[in-house]
T-cell receptor, first 117, second 114 residues
């Protein structure tokens, strides 16, 4: 158990367009999901915490109007990068808290590579 | 705020040998969890091992084991009988028992040589 999927795995878009990334917990329910950003050869940077049925909590410095998060069900959270620009190009990873070890462990999706031209 | 430090940016090891990765953390909390995650070239983050701070016994998962020293705030990972598939970035992470967020260290790149 504890499988998290992410879709798409790779996306290329034009500057000014919006991109939606989906994160799903496939075999467990996750009341809390997390969105991270990772630059090459660096650690993960938490962007926001997504709670089912309520507003996301954003980390300091993360623009909530640019990175829209929706956690509409116990198995799905989405991240929408609005009006994307080249500086938004990055590797985005989601995680879901739960699984067979309980709610104290985060399980990660495979990531989405976003390239904004 | 908690901090996690991995002092070794890169390490290499011969296949079948043992390598130990260091991790230290700083916290005023008494109840917390510690994790090691592996990120291979595919970039999928994989949970390697998990330790509850209230447990004195060190966690083990097959060839992976930890040396948890609570007083020293140290949480090292030992990889025994290293395999080529162990080549990856390894991240140490901390989470308070009452909290929600993971705090990651900067990572250690491990290269297993044939």
């Amino acid at each position: 158990g504890a499988v998290v999927s992410q879709h798409p795995s790779r996306v290329i878009c034009k500057s000014g367009t919006s991109v939606k990334i989906e994160c799903r917990s496939l075999d467990f329910q996750a009341t809390t999901m997390f969105w991270y950003r990772q630059f090459p050869k660096q650690s993960l940077m938490l962007m926001a915490t997504s709670n089912e049925g309520s507003k996301a909590t954003y980390e300091q410095g993360v623009e909530k109007d640019k990175f829209l998060i929706n956690h509409a069900s116990l198995t799905l959270s989405t991240l929408t990068v609005t009006s994307a620009h080249p500086e938004d190009s990055s590797f985005y990873i989601c995680s879901a808290r739960g699984g067979f070890r309980g709610t104290d462990t985060q399980y990660f999706g495979p990531g989405t590579r976003l390239t904004v031209l | 705020a908690q901090t996690v430090t991995q002092s070794q940016p890169e390490m290499s090891v011969q296949e079948a040998e043992t390598v130990t990765l260091s991790c230290t953390y700083d916290t005023s909390e008494n109840n917390y969890y510690l994790f090691w995650y592996k990120q291979p070239p595919s970039r999928q983050m994989i949970l390697v091992i998990r330790q509850e701070a209230y447990k004195q016994q060190n966690a083990t998962e097959n060839r992976f084991s930890v040396n948890f020293q609570k007083a020293a705030k140290s949480f090292s990972l030992k990889i025994s009988d290293s395999q080529l598939g162990d080549t990856a970035m390894y991240f140490c992470a901390f989470m308070t028992a009452a909290g929600n967020k993971l705090t990651f260290g900067g990572g250690t790149r491990v290269l297993v040589k044939p």
